[in-house]
């Protein structure tokens, strides 16, 4: 049976990297944003009008929308997938016949989730194993993770393990991730980050659109609007945007105080 609380407790882990975020930089709210035509004369991508959605409607056609993406600057950005080994064999499949078909892993896209595997042409990194061993010794979630990992190193599968111990440990993989995918910006020259769920569908013409009316060079971190009390941050399941000088904020800010940051994570109540 469903727990009804999950939805509020998959928020928790977003709203701690929101309030992280926020305690930095300003959220980007939409009513900042410049008009269609400001973008037009500041030299915005000018999309197909004919066929704005070429990416879904040419799959099957003569044009390639691989090239289309690559033309109107898809490289810009790197996304960055937020998955569970539970959940990943049923969720992953269909971004890989997607959206990433037309990227390179680890240079245009990378998964993270809580056990590090090779899934198709993509290398999925743990994200959980860069908690500090002070935390993972001091905390009852690490039980679940530890205990998956022997299961599958014994030939179990992970989604025998499904259940509220791995949304439990959810939580510890928004920080660690979001600092770790600066090394688009350091080594893959990328202006914007795009982190994603697993059940997130990404419309790529859509972004670059939105993409090209933000400056990249401001710290920007933009998304659906959440408010839980008194923080404000973007909503996880809709996509979070985040340019380089932000992700670089956020990272040096974790690494600087990863113990207070893990400390704040573990006292969420799940």
């Not at 704005?52 to 390639?64: A, V």
């Not at 679940?144 to 190193?153: G, S």
């Not at 770790?180 to 080594?187: D, L």
């Not at 990272?251 to 969420?268: G, M, T």
Request: hydrophobic share 40%; net charge negative.
């Amino acid at each position: 049976m469903t727990d009804p609380l999950l939805p509020s407790r998959q928020l928790q882990g977003v709203a701690l990297a929101g309030a992280l975020v926020l305690i930095i930089l300003r959220f980007h709210h939409p009513s900042g944003w410049p008009s269609t035509q400001q973008c037009e004369a500041q030299g915005a991508i000018d999309f197909d009008k004919e066929d704005p959605d070429g990416f879904t409607t040419r799959t099957r056609g003569r044009k390639d929308p691989c090239t289309k993406l690559k033309q109107v600057g898809i490289s810009k950005i790197a996304f960055v997938l937020k998955t569970g080994a539970t959940e990943i064999q049923d969720k992953l499949p269909i971004h890989l016949l997607s959206l990433f078909a037309c990227l390179r892993p680890d240079i245009d896209y990378v998964i993270y989730s809580d056990l590090a595997q090779r899934i198709g042409p993509a290398e999925v990194k743990d994200a959980v194993a860069l908690v500090s061993d002070t935390a993972h010794g001091a905390n009852p979630e690490f039980r679940h993770y530890d205990a998956m990992k022997e299961h599958v190193q014994r030939g179990g599968d992970a989604k025998e393990m499904a259940g509220e111990a791995a949304w439990h440990l959810d939580k510890w993989k928004f920080l660690p991730m979001i600092s770790e995918s600066y090394h688009f910006f350091a080594e893959q020259d990328k202006q914007w980050v795009f982190f994603m769920e697993a059940d997130t569908y990404a419309s790529p013409y859509n972004l670059l659109q939105w993409i090209s009316r933000l400056d990249p060079h401001q710290p920007l971190y933009a998304g659906a609007q959440v408010v839980i009390g008194e923080t404000e941050f973007a909503h996880g399941g809709s996509g979070i945007l985040m340019s380089g000088p932000a992700v670089l904020a956020l990272r040096n800010e974790y690494l600087a105080n990863q113990n207070h940051w893990e400390d704040v994570i573990a006292a969420e109540v799940n």
